[in-house]
């Protein structure tokens, strides 16, 4: 019997972690190296110190909101194979979202339906939220809808080469429009879709994702949003994590990676320090699971 190849993979979060699902399930020897003492990255709860009283937990605090789009198809079916409870699953812990708030500061609350109108009154809140006073220009709407339709009928191609690399803010061109126009539609729906700037994020992925959910929203049957029906930590990321060490997965907390070492082409080695000590690791294969601005730490001219 051949001895199985081993894999180390640096962070443990939701990256590391699927990656790890996939290499035990496929027969290799896995080991995860995760710097927090807890584990699931970004993806974790992250409990409030103190806050749980008369022997309760902490409280816990997301990065956040829990967004699973109806369109995710690889988180899903990822969730379909962690057990939960019995015969339950991870995935059995999403429930559907009936409608979503935009709360305003000085202004009334803007509530769009989760899915395509089934009864006069998700037609009513769908109406109500497309018709209410936006304060953006129309001659400005229009211009955004002229880069939707850009986006849709733009080839495979064209979306990486250019629209990759060019940012969703000059995409839209929100430099030379209304303070409002920049809130709602450039900055707004790049902060609340995907977390990210508007200045920053590609208009290839916050663009795509924007017309992807409003397809949702306008296929009968389908669902916009689902969420996590506790905290993540709970729901998701502690009975996974029993998942895999009962699979055979060395999962390590509290073990941040120093170093990475490389010959010619081929990476050699990992440094890790965890806890107070310092130790090589050595594997067939690696994998970075890491946040980008980590990972640019840790590359070196030799790496490049």
């Not at 710097?35 to 970004?42: E, F, L, Q, V």
């Not at 829990?66 to 962690?82: A, C, E, N």
């Not at 995409?171 to 990210?196: E, N």
């Not at 029993?242 to 120093?258: F, P, T």
Request: glycine share 8%; charged share 20%; with cysteine.
């Amino acid at each position: 019997m051949m001895a199985k190849k081993k894999v180390a993979i640096l962070g443990g979060g939701v990256a590391g972690m699927s990656a790890a699902h996939e290499l035990i399930d496929r027969g290799f020897e896995v080991v995860v190296y995760e710097s927090k003492d807890i584990p699931g990255g970004k993806a974790r709860s992250m409990p409030k110190p103190g806050s749980g009283q008369g022997g309760r937990l902490d409280l816990p605090a997301e990065h956040g909101f829990r967004f699973f789009p109806s369109f995710y198809q690889h988180l899903p079916d990822t969730m379909q194979r962690i057990p939960f409870r019995g015969r339950k699953t991870v995935f059995d812990n999403l429930i559907k979202t009936d409608r979503t708030q935009m709360a305003r500061v000085g202004q009334p609350e803007l509530v769009a339906p989760g899915h395509f109108p089934t009864s006069l009154d998700d037609l009513a809140t769908a109406f109500t939220f497309f018709f209410s006073d936006w304060g953006i220009p129309n001659h400005e709407v229009l211009y955004f809808v002229d880069r939707l339709l850009v986006l849709m009928t733009t080839c495979t191609e064209r979306r990486f080469a250019e629209y990759e690399y060019k940012n969703w803010w000059d995409f839209v061109g929100a430099a030379t429009r209304s303070r409002q126009y920049q809130r709602y539609l450039a900055t707004g729906l790049t902060r609340t879709l995907v977390a990210c700037r508007a200045e920053s994020i590609s208009s290839r992925t916050g663009g795509y994702i924007l017309l992807q959910l409003m397809f949702d929203m306008s296929t009968p049957g389908k669902q916009v949003d689902r969420v996590l029906k506790g905290p993540t930590n709970d729901m998701w990321i502690q009975p996974w994590l029993n998942y895999l060490k009962a699979s055979g997965v060395d999962y390590h907390l509290n073990a941040r990676v120093e170093s990475i070492q490389c010959t010619g082409k081929r990476i050699t080695g990992v440094t890790v320090v965890e806890g107070s000590a310092r130790k090589s690791v050595k594997a067939d294969y690696y994998i970075a699971a890491l946040p980008v601005e980590v990972m640019q730490q840790l590359l070196t001219p030799a790496m490049i």
